[in-house]
């Protein structure tokens, strides 16, 4: 089906262990971001990508790393998890940033560090 | 960067009631979008509306780019309609960054 996924929706991870959240989407959207969604913060981006190959910190990047190899995946890897990374992680796109472009989110997944 | 800033924070409604809900941010923006976060956590674009009015049924949002503010607006709100509601701003060419407001909490009650 068209939209973006992202995988999985639920996870608990050990303090230290590695953690790759996968993003997905099937319309070819040039720009992706991940977003972390914390009581009383609200939505901060983490890291964003314009094209395949191109991304970028944004306000909340320490501890994260990401890559895009391919348009449609936008992986997230927590290199070394730790419990301030608890959250609840959005992954978007969007085909444009002007113009009559919505940006469009996945379901997001439940990150718990213990 | 760009201040994205949302009031109120939390609103009950009535069934049946209207409501006004602001976004006041601290730029030009070229891109503007409200969106609905229900309380199965799933966000759903409800408006792409950096200056202008749109309606989509009992939605409608209206965004005054010279006085950096725009409103989103909730006519005979059910309970479906709870949740919280965020806008989101990019300012200037060259920005990449959507910055998010902090929400409106809406409840609504039967």
């Known amino acids: 089906d068209a939209g973006i996924t992202q995988s999985p929706r639920y996870k608990i991870t050990e303090t230290g262990r590695q953690v790759t959240l996968m993003c997905h989407q099937t319309?070819?959207?040039?720009?992706m971001f991940w977003y972390r969604q914390d009581l009383g913060h609200g939505l901060r981006l983490i890291y964003y990508?314009?094209?395949?190959?191109?991304?970028d910190k944004g306000e909340v990047s320490d501890g994260y790393v990401v890559s895009r190899s391919k348009t449609e995946n936008f992986p997230l890897t927590l290199e070394s998890a730790t419990r301030s990374q608890t959250s609840v992680y959005f992954c978007?796109?969007?085909?444009?940033?002007?113009?009559?472009?919505?940006?469009?989110f996945g379901n997001g997944t439940r990150l718990t560090v213990t | 960067g760009i201040q994205v800033e949302q009031s109120p924070p939390d609103l009950i409604l009535q069934e049946g009631a209207n409501s006004t809900l602001r976004c006041n941010f601290s730029?030009?923006?070229?891109?503007l979008q409200w969106f609905h976060q229900n309380p199965w956590g799933q966000l759903i674009n409800l408006f792409y509306?950096?200056?202008g009015t749109k309606q989509n049924g009992r939605l409608s949002a209206t965004t005054v780019a010279t006085e950096r503010y725009s409103l989103l607006y909730i006519s005979s709100s059910q309970t479906t309609d709870s949740g919280v509601y965020f806008c989101?701003?990019?300012?200037?060419?060259?920005?990449?960054?959507?910055?998010f407001g902090k929400g409106t909490k809406l409840s609504v009650i039967p």
């Open positions: 730029d030009s923006v070229n891109n």
């Open positions: 509306i950096p200056s």
């Open positions: 989101a701003a990019l300012s200037g060419a060259g920005s990449y960054q959507l910055t």
């Open positions: 990508s314009a094209a395949a190959d191109i991304t």
């Open positions: 319309w070819s959207h040039s720009y």
């Open positions: 978007a796109s969007i085909q444009g940033l002007g113009g009559n472009s919505p940006l469009h």
